[in-house]
């Protein structure tokens, strides 16, 4: 994780935790420098206007994810708790708790994308698939399943392998 402050126009006042690890930038590349300078620029907005709202509404703290360039050139997919302490004596900054999630992000894109393969081919097949629990109530059907049965999908899910097997249960 990396720990940054901002002033309140958005530069870089401090640097600590796994800084370097994490960008590729070493702090002194970056101290003093607008926090946007990295930032891929259609996040700028966005993260601008919740900078913004966060200085107008004190004291206020906000979960916000932008993507910011590597510097061998890379995008990574930062998630932030962005806290405003401005108004605090000793303080005065917009503290920043950094976390690297693209390996994160990559494996949910990736997770989500087998789920739906998954999905196409469950609904894709001309026979009847039924997904029971160890109890043998089904836990879910493929249209395959529900039109061959003349069952909807609803009334399927509400009932048991034992429905369709006889001696199943024994």
Not at 7 to 29: K, L, Q, V
Not at 44 to 63: K, Y
Not at 96 to 122: A, G, I, M, N, P
């Amino acid at each position: 994780d990396v720990l940054l402050g901002f002033d309140r126009h958005g530069f870089i006042e401090f640097i600590g935790g796994a800084f370097e690890e994490t960008t590729g930038y070493m702090p002194e590349e970056c101290i003093h420098r607008s926090m946007f300078d990295h930032m891929v620029p259609e996040d700028v907005p966005r993260v601008r206007d919740a900078f913004d709202t966060l200085q107008v509404e004190r004291a206020r703290s906000l979960r916000i994810e932008w993507r910011q360039v590597h510097k061998g050139g890379a995008i990574l997919e930062l998630e932030a708790l962005v806290t405003n302490r401005l108004l605090h004596p000793g303080v005065d900054t917009v503290v920043v708790s950094l976390r690297d999630v693209t390996e994160r992000r990559q494996t949910e894109k990736s997770l989500r994308q087998r789920e739906q393969e998954y999905s196409d081919l469950f609904e894709s097949v001309s026979d009847a698939i039924f997904i029971a629990d160890t109890r043998g109530r089904i836990m879910e059907v493929n249209e395959a399943a529900c039109r061959q049965l003349g069952y909807t999908r609803e009334e399927m899910t509400s009932m048991r392998l034992s429905d369709f097997v006889p001696n199943m249960d024994e």
